[in-house]
């Protein structure tokens, strides 16, 4: 109708996500210690073999840099970027996860310090982390699928890990065709400002996919998920728990799945939810997995904190600014740009 007014598209409010994340993360924090008497966490604490401690906190800090050298090998078709540069991406993105909400750092930060210091483009390092994301996802199925042929777990949990397989495989097939059949795929995205960038993002991902060292770091993811292992299996033998590594790995899948919603920074409350609730499927008891969910998180997130501040020290940059920075790099008038200058 020529009379007719159309009403704008609302728009959620900046604020919401946040606030949604923090009251998730408070129910959350509830539901663990409800009833949980604090006294008998402490003396969990106390009873500790702190040497296991110290291999959970080693075992944490080196996942990272292994995942520099796996990100390095993705990179390689196009730069050159030294190990130092991207262990300090990786600690300052971490950083930014953990104390700012909805989770800034991976594909924002990480591949903005990147871009800069290695003189890639950001869509190109962005490609890199996304083909790093697949492989992860194909690592954890296969890892968990294996896990439930050996061990009992809830029925849901066996009919998610199939629901979990076919997403991957589907994400697999997608990257696939982009990688392999590029013009096909470059038809496919529209003509707008954002199907601009999604063709240097194309571009990008072709030209990963015709290199060797696509293999060499899908091969170095598997090394890459079970030292993340190691941070969990490490502390459950300090606190004498008496678990083996499939438990271990049962509960890193549930951990990775469980952060994924938006939340309060550092992931509390989620991640004790999720981690008492796992446990829990293995026969420990409420008080010493809520006991175990703060110490685990405490071990994963603590020297991430201080190594994520000290990375952002190396790099010269104040937070604010970084952020700024990261902002306008992201922009699709910087994927414009990109796209013009090849």
């Known amino acids: 109708m020529s009379g007719s007014v159309i009403s704008p598209v609302r728009r959620f409010p900046p604020w919401l996500a946040p606030v949604a994340g923090y009251v998730l993360s408070l129910a959350c924090l509830i539901w663990v210690f409800q009833g949980v008497e604090l006294r008998a966490i402490l003396r969990g604490f106390a009873s500790l073999d702190w040497r296991w401690v110290s291999l959970a906190v080693a ?49 924002l930060v990480r591949p903005y310090l990147q871009a800069r210091w290695s003189k890639i483009p950001f869509s190109v390092v962005l490609s890199s982390i996304i083909i ?80 060797p060292y696509l293999y060499w770091a899908l091969a170095a993811s598997l090394p890459y998920l079970l030292l993340q292992v190691v941070p969990i299996y490490s502390l459950m033998q300090g606190y004498g728990m008496g678990l083996s590594l499939g438990p271990a790995m049962v509960l890193l899948v549930v951990m990775r799945l469980g952060t994924l919603v938006p939340q309060a ?13 796992a446990l829990g499927w293995f026969g420990i008891e409420r008080t010493t997995a809520a006991g175990f969910s703060v110490m685990i998180w405490a071990v994963i997130t603590l020297p991430l904190l201080v190594a994520g501040f000290v990375a952002l020290a190396v790099t010269g940059l104040k937070f604010n600014e970084l952020k700024q920075q990261v902002q306008r790099a992201a922009s699709p008038a910087s994927a414009l740009a990109e796209t013009g200058s090849r």
């Open 132 to 211: 790093e994301r697949v492989f992860d996802g194909v690592w954890l199925v296969l890892a968990l699928w294996l896990t439930t042929v050996f061990i009992p777990l809830p029925g849901f949990l066996v009919q998610g890990t199939w629901v979990l397989g076919m997403v991957v495989v589907w994400m697999c097939v997608m990257l696939a065709l982009i990688m392999f059949h590029k013009q096909k795929a470059r038809s496919a995205v529209p003509a707008t400002r954002w199907g601009a960038r999604l063709r240097v993002l194309v571009d990008d991902l072709h030209l990963m996919g015709q290199s």
């Open 265 to 277: 920074p550092g992931n509390v409350g989620a991640f004790q939810a999720v981690t008492v609730m």
């Open 59 to 107: 075992g944490d800090i080196f996942v990272y840099v292994w995942q520099a050298v796996r990100w390095n090998l993705l990179l390689k078709p196009v730069g050159q970027p030294t190990l130092g540069r991207s262990v300090l991406a990786i600690y300052v993105a971490l950083f930014a996860n953990e104390t700012l909400p909805l989770r800034p750092g991976e594909f």
